[in-house]
């Protein structure tokens, strides 16, 4: 009797630790499931929310392996596919509107991922991209007429505007004025944040950046009423360099529109006065609006098709080149940037090494020199100044096209620079910032 009555209990006791070995084996498969799947899903998105505990979480299964795997699963896999992620380069240009839901309309983009037969998510791909967005109601308005804008108020005119004596006899000074002078500049870490990524030589092709270049741009700096008037401008030409543009009735009210908002700037009232002591301009503020908008919008021949291009659409829109193999020209606009990259149509691939050893940019760095690609087109080497107001840009390259040289080697802020400028007769043919060691 009692070894019947042990029997039996060894019996049971045998078989309840089976059914917990089993137990034990079923939850480490799905404890295995739950950790691959958000090893594939979350990407870097878990490294931006839990930091340096990211390893330890997966290692111990928490966060995700304490969820409802099946609930939590499906929802994180369509937050994925909402946020989408960054294609690169060649892949972008041939298939990223056709199979990735891409609307141009508006800056808008609808993204989503690509998926194998088995609906996970690839990981080889570069971090999610997170949602940019433009305020962009106001654009239509500015194709109305003159008469039917609203503007905003004025800079008031006192002795800070006026060329010093000093500004006066050294040209260099006055391009440094003019960056005391931009009251709109943005700053990095409350209006925008970029990740430069990781460095590259100009001739090396491989992408450095695993991630966009703008990480985000504030909304409320779109509302600023020169920097929603320059975007409005952005999407007037067609990037085919040996394309004659054509300039609609609307699109010259834009173009009135921008001069006229950018003319009630500190940038823009100094350089008027700057200009007409030097004798370059009239003292007529008409006379000298009329000026800017001639000089940055008139069209011209380039790559020999007539009315093909301008010095806006060249420095701030770029150009794609087709002679001699496809080639980015010109593109030095930061807001340019910001939303083709935001639109998919530009791939950042890394900064370009300093000409100084141990200089190396981050998320402060206002000057930066990158390689990308444009509508899989490359632009091996740019410079671009980041976080500047477009009526400072156009003020300092209207000051370095009158009154400098080819180079012209001044200091912007914290910045040395070499301001390039390239004349096609009476026309700025080209201009860009360059970083000095």
């Known amino acids: ?215 985000w741009v504030s909304e409320d700096v779109f509302r600023k009423p020169t920097f929603s008037r320059f975007c409005s401008l952005l999407d007037n030409y067609n990037p085919d360099q040996g394309s004659k543009e054509v300039v609609t009735p609307e699109e010259k009210q834009e173009q009135a529109a921008f001069i006229e908002e950018i003319s009630r700037t500190a940038p823009i009232k100094y350089l008027h006065k700057y200009l007409s002591y030097k004798g370059v301009t009239s003292n007529d503020y008409q006379d000298f609006k009329r000026m800017l908008t001639s000089l940055w919008f008139d069209l011209y021949g380039r790559g020999g098709t007539s009315h093909s291009s301008s010095a806006f659409e060249h420095v701030f829109v770029g150009e794609i080149k087709q002679q001699g193999g496809q080639e980015v020209s010109g593109f030095h606009n930061w807001l340019q940037f910001y939303l083709e990259e935001a639109k998919g149509s530009v791939d950042y691939q890394g900064y370009i090494f300093p000409r100084r050893r141990g200089q190396f940019p981050d998320s402060e760095t206002q000057l930066l020199t990158i390689q990308f690609e444009w509508n899989g087109v490359l632009k091996s080497v740019s410079s671009t100044l980041v976080g500047v107001s477009p009526e400072f840009e156009l003020a300092l390259y209207t000051l370095c096209f009158f009154l400098g040289g080819e180079d012209n080697h001044v200091e912007l802020g914290p910045y040395p620079v070499n301001i390039k400028c390239y004349r096609l007769g009476n026309k700025i043919g080209s201009v860009f910032p360059v970083a000095e060691s």
């Not at 106001?138 to 039917?148: I, L, M, Q």
């Open 1 to 215: 009797m009692e070894g019947l009555i042990k029997g039996l209990i060894d019996v049971a006791i045998g078989h309840d630790d089976d059914k917990n070995n089993e137990q034990s084996a079923s939850q480490s498969r799905d404890e295995r499931s739950r950790s691959t799947w958000a090893q594939v899903v979350t990407g870097e998105e878990d490294a931006d929310r839990d930091g340096g505990d990211r390893g330890h979480d997966r290692r111990h299964g928490n966060d995700w392996n304490r969820r409802d795997n099946e609930k939590e699963g499906r929802s994180r896999r369509e937050e994925w596919e909402v946020q989408g992620s960054r294609i690169s380069g060649q892949q972008q240009q041939g298939e990223y509107g056709s199979e990735h839901g891409y609307n141009r309309d508006q800056w808008a983009k609808k993204e989503s991922s690509e998926e194998n037969n088995d609906g996970w998510e690839t990981v080889h791909k570069k971090a999610p991209r997170k949602h940019h967005k433009v305020q962009v109601e106001n654009w239509e308005g500015y194709k109305r007429p003159a008469s039917e804008q609203n503007y905003s108020d004025e800079v008031e005119v006192g002795a800070e505007l006026e060329p010093s004596e000093d500004e006066l006899a050294d040209f260099a000074r006055a391009c440094n004025k003019l960056w005391e002078l931009d009251l709109n500049r943005l700053v990095p870490g409350q209006d925008y944040e970029i990740d430069c990524g990781e460095g590259k030589r100009v001739h090396g092709r491989e992408d450095m950046a695993q991630a966009s270049l703008f990480s």
